[in-house]
């Protein structure tokens, strides 16, 4: 166990509906990162929030958005969901931002998101 | 535009043998590399990394290796172990935090 929790676990919608992904990271962490996993994929960075603000941004499309919240857990919000969104969404906690030295994520069980 | 390569989508090998584990990768600003375990139905562990200022990093039964002239780093597995079966991560990071993966190789180990 992490200590990175993700709900929920699972997630069936159609498309063109909206979501929300909920994460809580360790205790102490203030970085909490989103990556996507596509089928036979590796995981893709999508953003990265340290201590409530934005730090870095990947490939993440402009359906999507994230915040990080005052008790530092963050939400992954998916809008007018297409087939390829389905996906395995996977969020991450460490303790700093990172920089010029590496900080250690640890990683949540994921939410498979199916968009039928 | 594939930074990190992991050619090799499966391998089997038999228990107490070597597993050997190899990734690529294009940027010449990562510095930090690492290799994840991923079980099904969980999130990615950590498992060993090196830094670009070594070529040889060693913990327990794992091994990794960096060689920054050919961009490539490898992991090691002696001996290999059943429980060792998993889809592994290679993953680089350049300066800041986000992580490059892979698409992962899948490790079987025959008993």
């Known amino acids: 166990d992490s200590g990175v929790t993700q709900t929920p676990k699972h997630l069936i919608t159609a498309t063109g509906q909206r979501v929300t992904l909920r994460c809580s990271p360790r205790?102490?962490?203030?970085?909490v990162y989103w990556y996507q996993q596509s089928l036979d994929q590796g995981l893709q960075f999508l953003i990265q929030?340290?201590?409530?603000?934005?730090?870095a941004k990947g490939n993440i499309l402009e359906r999507f958005s994230a915040q990080q919240f005052p008790d530092l857990h963050s939400e992954l919000n998916l809008s007018s969901l297409e087939l390829g969104d389905s996906a395995l969404y996977f969020c991450?906690?460490?303790?700093?931002?990172?920089?010029?030295?590496?900080?250690?994520?640890?990683f949540g069980p994921g939410t498979r998101l199916t968009v039928l | 535009d594939q930074q990190v390569k992991q050619n090799s989508p499966s391998l089997s090998v038999q228990e107490g043998r070597i597993s050997i584990l190899n990734c690529d990768y294009t940027?010449?600003?990562?510095?930090?590399f690492l290799w994840y375990k991923k079980y099904p139905a969980e999130g990615p562990t950590f498992l060993i990394s090196?830094?670009?200022?070594?070529d040889k990093n060693e913990d327990g039964r794992f091994t990794v290796f960096l060689n920054k002239s050919a961009k490539h780093l490898s992991l090691h597995i002696v001996p290999s172990q059943p429980g060792d079966s998993a889809v592994y991560f290679c993953?680089?990071?350049?300066?800041?935090?986000?992580?490059?993966f892979g698409a992962g190789t899948i490790l079987r180990v025959k008993s």
């Open positions: 090196i830094s670009s200022i070594k």
């Open positions: 940027n010449s600003m990562f510095d930090y």
């Open positions: 205790s102490g962490d203030l970085s």
């Open positions: 993953a680089a990071s350049g300066y800041g935090n986000k992580l490059v």
């Open positions: 991450a906690s460490s303790v700093g931002a990172g920089g010029t030295s590496y900080n250690e994520q640890f």
């Open positions: 929030y340290y201590n409530g603000e934005e730090r």
